[in-house]
């Protein structure tokens, strides 16, 4: 298979079984570091819902993405538009907090209804000064189009996806493959968006971890730092003191055993 990032050859690494039923290949980009799994013939039955009942964790991201974005808010002045759109937004979560928060921010998602920002649904032929694409990236069927989606409606993207490590872990050693829901299938490295960004001819931060970004305004190189000591001070208040222990986690791993029967 040609790469679905720079169309170099790739290399077939390793399969897996998806949603408990499909040996999948993945292959792997020698030249920009992506990943990316054979055509993914199984989505229509992993997409049977938008997003996995097993998700126990959405709300919490949610808020979370959204005191980031406040932040990172007050590095992005110098635009004309002042709207934003939450590319691949889900139900609409997002959007809606944000709105509450005061600023113009709009869904777009082809996958599921927009159920708690109604009205306030995005359009591709329109401008934004920020786009948002959380836990997206790993969706694309076609990266460079959906990419290039992004970039014709905005000059900055901030965006999360967990970052290969340089070498390409075993399918069954890395959770990210997401094997039980089937929805991820396009993996990358640092190398892989440096790629991006260059092609695009845009500057390239990160966290290094799961939260990037590329704009064509040069951000703070110490955006990601400054970020990490605010979540610590937001994240301080007397309610930490009371509540128990996030049932998260466990949740999650209680609905992956009914899916699985056990």
Known sequence: MKCKICENATRKFDSEIILGKYNVY???????????TEEPYWLEEAYSTAITSFDTGIMMRNFQNAASLVFL?????DSNQDSYLDFGGGYGVLTRIMRDYGFDFYNYDKYAQNLFSCGFDG????????????????????????????????????????LLP??????????????????????????TLEFIANK????????????????????????FKFLKVYKKVN???????????????????ILLQKLKGL
């Open 123 to 162: 359009d591709l032929t329109k401008k934004y000064k920020l786009v948002t694409a959380f836990e997206n990236f790993e969706h694309f069927v076609d990266p460079h189009k959906e990419i290039e989606n992004i970039f014709s409606v905005t000059d900055t993207l901030y965006f999360s996806t967990l």
């Open 235 to 253: 994240s301080i208040s007397i309610t930490k003191f009371f509540r128990k222990k996030p049932k998260t986690r466990k949740d999650m791993d």
């Open 166 to 191: 340089v070498t390409p872990p075993p399918i069954n050693t890395w959770w990210y493959y997401a094997l039980d829901g089937g929805q991820h299938i396009s993996f990358y490295s640092r190398k």
């Open 73 to 77: 808010m007050h590095f992005i002045k």
């Open 26 to 36: 993945y292959y792997h980009c020698s030249e920009c570091g992506f990943v990316q």
């Open 200 to 223: 695009h001819n845009m500057y390239f931060l990160s966290n290094n971890i799961d939260t990037h970004i590329i704009s064509k305004r040069k951000i703070n190189k110490y955006f």
